[in-house]
């Protein structure tokens, strides 16, 4: 009995040591959202920087009061970051986008976040190879190399989100979240290529076949995004549970967004893509097929979910850079692991400017008028916006360099230290320039922004009663504006474009099927069926 009642003793005081951290990063939590709240006005600074202060100044008073042993509170984990933090982040933001502004410079996108990863993989890689190889960098090898271009050329798209506001700036906005999304997407797809092929055969065959897996990787994950999007849609219309609990069809939604990245993480796919494209679908059809309390709960749901990962993701990231272990392994050659963090910071701003400039000036050549060009200001700001590096490089880097989140050889070490600086100060100096940049390059974006951009059926937009929302917003256009300006003109004009055609296809198959706007949902005893009777 005595063993029995010591051994329960061992197991509570386990359970309560394992509470205890829990805790303080709830705390932590709490204490970045009052301070970003508190900083609101602030026009240096952003959330993001803010939980990477916190979250620095909590890893220095936990060495302090370990004697110098850790600076942990929870041990980090690519299951954590993968699967738990970064679905809700990339879903939330293909849920929110603005749909004509995204698919308008889609081949734009396309052009910079795939094209463009594999030019910048390539300069980095390349010139890793041949800094580091003068260094004298011990156990590092060429498949190492290709890893660190994966590993770096992916950008930090939660932190470019805070910074950029698709209302002030739509056509940045579009450009640089859409690139963020593909670019992790193929950052990662690349990487995981690199780890499966053999680097020490390559032919034009072995190439043939990377080129025809990441091709493969990227139309079936976007496929299935879709897919499950659609057949969501589909599920909520034909069932349409509204009619006995709204909770059902919320919990249907949240557990089919979460699927649609499970499942392609079961395939072997890029599960960034899927769920991304996910989102877009299900903002399309799904919400509009749930009644208006359904809309209200999913949209802030959907965004309060995003909004704590995102925090979590910096919280962590800054306690995680005072990792006391790595940084005892470099402590014998601190110059060598600051060279090698100034290296990749070069590497990063130059192979970003090889692609956004010359991909820009290719992307202008295809544009019609002089609005839909990206000028020289605009470039540069996407430039600098997409060069801060955050919590994808961090995960990849452990992949690569680490077996467990430890590591004792020098090489892998410096790396591993490397990764660490070159998120943080991207992060803080390129994230805390970037919204002065864009107030000084691009000053009247607003206004342009309101007329071109407006989207009253996004789920991020609305602020009167949904069902009528449509209705309310052509009465004030036709009231309020008395004079049509050339340029509303020449977008109301109907022209024979690939938005055109969808939409016409959209309206005579997919919405009589899957539903979407102009679906609504019919309650009965509801305000709208007693609406009905009374006009009856």
């Not at 993001?48 to 042993?69: E, F, M, N």
């Not at 990441?214 to 589909?234: E, K, Q």
């Not at 809309?295 to 306690?319: C, D």
């Not at 009965?524 to 006009?535: A, E, F, G, K, R």
Request: net charge neutral; glycine share 6%; hydrophobic share 50%.
């Amino acid at each position: 009995m005595a063993d029995i009642l010591w051994k329960m003793g061992a197991m509570l005081s386990s359970d309560h040591s394992s509470v205890v951290p829990i805790n303080l990063f709830v705390a932590l939590l709490c204490a970045c959202i009052v301070i970003g709240h508190l900083l609101e006005e602030q026009r240096w600074m952003n959330e993001s920087i803010t939980a990477l202060a916190v979250g620095l100044c909590t890893g220095v008073v936990i060495l302090l009061t370990t004697g110098g042993k850790s600076s942990h509170l929870l041990v980090f984990s690519e299951d954590l970051f993968f699967i738990y933090l970064l679905p809700p982040i990339i879903f939330n933001a293909g849920f929110q986008v603005k749909k004509k502004q995204f698919f308008r410079n889609f081949m734009t996108i396309m052009l910079f976040g795939a094209v463009g990863t594999l030019i910048s993989t390539a300069i980095i890689s390349i010139g890793a190879t041949h800094f580091f190889k003068k260094m004298n960098i011990s156990s590092l090898r060429i498949g190492d190399y290709l890893a660190i271009g994966a590993i770096f050329s992916a950008t930090d798209s939660v932190c470019t989100l805070q910074v950029l506001n698709q209302d002030d700036t739509p056509l940045l906005y579009s450009l640089v979240f859409g690139e963020g999304v593909v670019n992790d997407a193929t950052s990662v797809v690349l990487f995981h290529a690199i780890q499966s092929i053999d680097l020490s055969h390559i032919n034009s065959s072995i190439a043939a076949e990377f080129l025809g897996n990441f091709l493969y990787l990227f139309i079936s994950s976007t496929i299935l995004g879709v897919l499950t999007g659609l057949l969501s849609a589909y599920i909520i219309k034909k069932l349409y549970f509204g009619r006995h609990s709204t909770d059902r069809e919320v919990a249907l939604m949240i557990l089919m967004a979460y699927l649609s990245y499970m499942l392609a993480e079961l395939f072997y796919l890029s599960a960034i893509l899927t769920v991304f494209f996910c989102g877009i679908v299900m903002s399309h059809y799904t919400w509009h097929n749930v009644t208006e309390s359904s809309r209200i709960t999913t949209k802030h749901a959907f965004a309060t979910w995003s909004f704590v990962a995102e925090i979590f993701i910096f919280l962590y990231v800054g306690m995680d850079a005072l990792d006391i272990e790595k940084w005892k392994v470099v402590s014998d050659s601190p110059g060598t692991s600051v060279m090698v963090s100034s290296i990749l910071l070069g590497l990063v701003l130059v192979g970003r400017a090889a692609f956004v400039f010359p991909l820009s000036f290719l992307s202008n050549l295809t544009k019609k008028f002089p609005y839909e060009k990206i000028d020289i200001k605009q470039q540069v700001t996407i430039w600098w916006a997409g060069l801060m590096r955050g919590a994808v490089s961090m995960a990849l880097a452990y992949n690569q360099f680490t077996r467990s989140g430890h590591t004792h050889l020098h090489g892998n070490a410096i790396m591993i230290t490397s990764t660490i600086t070159v998120v943080l100060f991207s992060t803080v100096v390129f994230g805390l320039m970037t919204k002065p940049l864009v107030r000084i390059l691009l000053p009247s974006q607003k206004h342009t922004a309101s007329m071109l951009s407006s989207e009253p059926s996004s789920p991020k937009s609305f602020a009167v009663p949904l069902l009528n929302r449509q209705d309310s917003e052509d009465n004030q256009a036709s009231h309020n504006v008395p004079r049509r300006t050339s340029l509303r003109m020449l977008l109301s004009t109907p022209s024979h474009t690939v938005h055109h055609y969808w939409r016409k296809f959209d309206n005579s198959f997919m919405r009589p099927v899957f539903g979407g706007r102009g679906f609504v949902p019919f309650v009965p005893c509801s305000p709208t069926d007693q609406s009905v009777h009374q006009w009856q």
